[in-house]
């Protein structure tokens, strides 16, 4: 029971600083926005090729493609398996 008091008296008293923040409303920062193609997502066909194997597209990337693909296989195949083998009768 005290410990809900204690909750309920922090919730109550507590004074979030952000609320109480007023906001910038100063003329000194002017947002202009320029539709150039250089959003966030870039466009199709505007990016570079990759130059080394660490960019983006590169053949490091490729690979790990390559191994995350390749290891739900193996592990399925392992799985398979293992159920085939305990499946089989024992020879004595």
């Known amino acids: 029971m005290a410990l809900f008091l204690t909750l309920l008296?922090?919730?109550?008293?507590?004074?979030?600083?952000?609320?109480?923040?007023?906001?910038?409303?100063?003329k000194g920062v002017e947002?202009?926005?320029v539709d150039d193609g250089s959003g966030i997502i870039p466009k199709p066909g505007s990016g570079v090729a990759p130059?080394?194997?660490?960019?983006?597209?590169?053949?490091?990337?490729?690979g790990l493609l390559g191994l995350l693909l390749l290891f739900p296989v193996v592990a399925i195949m392992s799985v398979r398996r293992q159920a085939r083998k305990n499946k089989l009768p024992a020879k004595a």
């Not at 922090?10 to 007023?22: D, F, M, N, R, W």
């Not at 960019?55 to 990337?61: I, K, P, V």
């Open 9 to 26: 008296l922090s919730c109550v008293l507590a004074t979030p600083a952000a609320s109480e923040e007023q906001p910038n409303t100063s």
């Open 51 to 62: 130059e080394s194997p660490t960019d983006r597209g590169g053949a490091l990337q490729l």
């Open 31 to 33: 947002i202009i926005k």
